[in-house]
């Protein structure tokens, strides 16, 4: 099995080219994640360490990667890991590894990204913040729906 999932924040803006096939045009976008190390740190404890992951989106993907992803947004992709390579102009034969984006979303709400230190955020929740939410942080159940109907006791 192939599968990926990564969460970082976009180190640039995504590098977006279209591509023509038989159906018409298809948006090819680029971008590189900065993930954090779990437990990563440098001998001096106070740097934390990341690596740095090559993706690439097709399609709808990468069209939402155009429209949607800045600089400094935190997202959360899966996807698969692709190895390819290619022979340079200096006639050296060069390997790469990209993961090849099949889902990507946001991973923190538009006020998180402009408390942040990215000011990159372009997301609108379609769900009210949790401080909108009830004082207890639950929501209210509406009138009329009986003790028997919820699926707790």
Same mark, same amino acid.
């Given at each position: 099995?192939?599968?990926?999932?990564?969460?970082?924040?976009?180190?640039?803006?995504?590098?977006?080219?279209? =591509? %023509?096939?038989?159906?018409? =045009?298809? *948006?090819? *976008?680029?971008?590189?994640?900065?993930? +954090?190390?779990?437990?990563?740190?440098?001998?001096?404890?106070?740097?934390?360490?990341? +690596?740095?992951?090559?993706?690439?989106?097709?399609?709808?993907?990468?069209?939402?990667?155009?429209?949607?992803?800045? %600089?400094?947004?935190?997202? *959360?992709?899966?996807?698969?890991?692709?190895?390819?390579?290619?022979?340079?102009?200096?006639?050296?034969?060069?390997?790469?590894? +990209?993961?090849?984006?099949?889902? %990507?979303?946001?991973?923190?709400?538009?006020?998180?990204?402009?408390?942040?230190?990215?000011?990159?955020?372009?997301?609108?929740?379609?769900?009210?913040?949790?401080?909108?939410? *009830?004082?207890?942080?639950?929501?209210?159940?509406?009138?009329?729906?009986? +003790?028997?109907?919820?699926?707790?006791?």
């Amino acid at each position: 099995m192939n599968k990926v999932i990564l969460m970082g924040r976009l180190t640039r803006e995504p590098d977006i080219r279209y =591509s %023509q096939n038989a159906e018409g =045009s298809m *948006a090819v *976008a680029r971008y590189t994640l900065a993930v +954090d190390r779990r437990r990563g740190r440098n001998s001096d404890g106070n740097e934390q360490t990341a +690596d740095f992951i090559s993706c690439v989106a097709f399609g709808r993907n990468g069209e939402f990667a155009e429209k949607y992803l800045h %600089q400094g947004t935190k997202i *959360a992709i899966t996807g698969r890991i692709q190895t390819g390579s290619y022979t340079n102009k200096d006639g050296q034969r060069v390997y790469t590894t +990209d993961v090849v984006v099949e889902e %990507q979303e946001f991973a923190e709400s538009k006020s998180a990204a402009a408390n942040s230190d990215s000011n990159y955020a372009a997301y609108t929740p379609s769900r009210p913040e949790p401080s909108q939410a *009830a004082g207890d942080g639950f929501m209210n159940i509406p009138d009329g729906v009986d +003790d028997e109907g919820l699926p707790f006791n």
